[in-house]
């Protein structure tokens, strides 16, 4: 009963993001883990496969944080990015909103917060998403919609992972987590992800 409760708890931290911030969240929760997949394995993602440029990422330093170990909400452990980095990236997609084409709503995928949308996605992994293609977390770390053909650069130089439901209950196999920024350098590789989701968003 001490385990459960633990586990409970060490959830609740996580603070809320698309289930009850309750003990009917936490179960579902808890079983929909058996249901993930190894959000690393690149193994089938061709990075070839999409005709908009290849995109090149440099090497993330250091190892990738710790990911706790719901589904929902999917979150680092203990690695927030400060106040002004997550500023930053929230106004990066409201600065994407203010073109036409996108719009901030309530996120679909959190059930809180906004999130940038594309107001009529031309792409199957933009349509997939219902046009959610980004949202930044509180502790800095974010979800986005990228292209199928960028998301093996993203696992594989380290700034990111999928997230272990990702092509299963109605999510994109695309849907990747980006990690928090750390420093001025993961910053510019960041905002680069941001404007390569916006852009091949709605690249036919």
Partial sequence: ?????????????????????????????SALRPWGRDPLD?????????????????????????????????????????????????????????HNGFHLARSRF????????CSDPDTDWARHAHGEIAHVHGQGSMHVVAAPGDVHEIIDRGWGE????????????SYLFLYAPRGDDDQSVIEQIIDRVIRTARTT
């Fill in 110 to 117: 959190e059930k809180r917060g906004d999130a940038l949308f």
């Fill in 162 to 173: 999928r997230h272990p439901l990702a092509g299963r209950l109605g999510l994109p196999e």
């Fill in 1 to 29: 009963m001490n385990r459960l409760a633990e586990n409970y708890r060490g959830w609740k931290d996580l603070g809320p993001g698309g289930l009850p911030a309750n003990p009917i969240g936490w179960v579902v929760t």
């Fill in 42 to 98: 690149i193994s089938g993602d061709d990075p070839t496969s999409d005709h908009v440029g290849r995109l090149q990422l440099t090497d993330r330093a250091g190892r990738r944080p710790s990911i706790a170990p719901y589904p929902i909400p999917h979150r680092e452990t203990g690695a927030d990015a400060d106040a002004a980095r997550v500023a930053t990236l929230e106004a990066r997609l409201r600065d994407a909103a203010d």
